[in-house]
Every structure is written in C-alpha cells, then in structure tokens.
C-alpha cells in the first residue's frame, strides 16, 4: 500500500518505493504529505518533440533537476514489450571516490533549466548534507569543457557497477518514488509503436 510512513522510511533505507495503488487512488493526497508537487509531466512518446522524456531511445543512468528532492512516477500503461526503469543507488559508488575526487566534484557545476524560467542555471555534481552525500549526475550536459578526471571517473565507476542496477518494470495501477538525489534512473529503449505513458511527479521534501 501507498502509505507515506512507508515510502519515506523506504527512501531512508532503500532510496526507492515501489506499490500498488487502486482505481480509487489519491495521489495527490499522499504526495503532498510528502513535500511540495512542483511540477507534473506526462512521460510518453510524442514524435514532434525533441525533449528525451518523449523519445524511445535507451536512456542512460542519470539524476533530475537538482531542483527535485523526490520523483514520482505513476503507470497509466506500460509499452508491451519493454519499457523497464533502470534505477541504481549512488552510494555504492560515491563511497569509492576518494576526498581529492569528492572535493573536485563538489566544485564542478553542471547546468539544468530551472522549472521556473529565467534560463539556465548550475548545481554541484556533489553535494553533502546530514553527512550523506547527494548526487547530480546528467551525462548529456557533460561536454568537452566539462570532462575532468573526476567526471570520467565517475562515469567509469557507474559503468563498472551497472550490475548492481535494479529493473522495474511498472504495470497500470503501480507507482514508483524514489530519492532523486541519491539513486540515480535511466530506461530501456521502448518499441516503436510503444504505448508506455507514465504520469511523472516533482517534489521538493518537506
């Protein structure tokens, strides 16, 4: 069941939470116990968009704007023959860098659009907070002038440990929350008359 003492001593100890929820279901009313919904965006495949959350390539491991603490996703259908969200906790692989590496990633910024206009804006590849370190991670934003060792690095260790990746693959009348700054989410590529939708859900942690 979706119950929110559930999901947040879920995102403590796992960084995820997946359920089931009924025809009936108030996401909203579970949601906004959790934080603050800052925006909502329906994930399926539209061909006159350029943005990838509307494409049907693979998607690699990433984090999303620094912006959201939490990320929701809500299954309305799923794609018939593939569609699985790939998450992996970042943990298992921050906990390898050394302080050199973790010093140097602090002070590297990468960009996002923020969610209230204005343009681009940067966040810290790490950041730490209540001694856990936090994660922003978006490889399609790191080019040439941004590939420092630490960067490679990291790109190298996720690589190493996508074994340790878990694969969901939501059905109509599931859900998925996870801790957007700590595990990082990718897909795997969708078919090309895919009918996947999902409802996604932006939350800023109360």
Request: glycine content about 6%.
């Amino acid at each position: 069941m979706c119950k929110v003492q559930n999901i947040k001593k879920s995102l403590v100890n796992d960084g995820y939470f997946m359920c089931n929820y009924g025809k009936n279901f108030k996401y909203n009313d579970i949601l906004n116990l959790m934080g603050e919904i800052i925006l909502v965006s329906d994930i399926k495949f539209n061909p006159e968009s350029k943005r990838y959350i509307h494409g049907i390539n693979k998607l690699p491991l990433h984090t999303d704007s620094p912006e959201a603490n939490i990320i929701a996703w809500q299954c309305i259908s799923q794609d018939k023959m593939s569609g699985g969200s790939i998450i992996f906790d970042s943990r298992k692989i921050i906990n390898q860098l050394n302080k050199r590496e973790i010093q140097n990633l602090s002070s590297t910024f990468l960009p996002y659009p923020s969610i209230n206009g204005g343009g681009e804006k940067y966040h810290p590849v790490i950041t730490k907070d209540e001694n856990q370190y936090k994660l922003y991670y978006t490889p399609w934003y790191i080019d040439g002038d941004k590939k420092t060792k630490e960067l490679n690095t990291l790109k190298k260790l996720i690589r190493q440990h996508s074994s340790l990746s878990r694969r969901i693959m939501l059905k109509p009348n599931q859900m998925l929350i996870i801790d957007n700054q700590r595990m990082l989410h990718g897909r795997d590529a969708l078919s090309k008359a895919t009918s996947r939708h999902l409802k996604r859900f932006w939350l800023t942690r109360k």
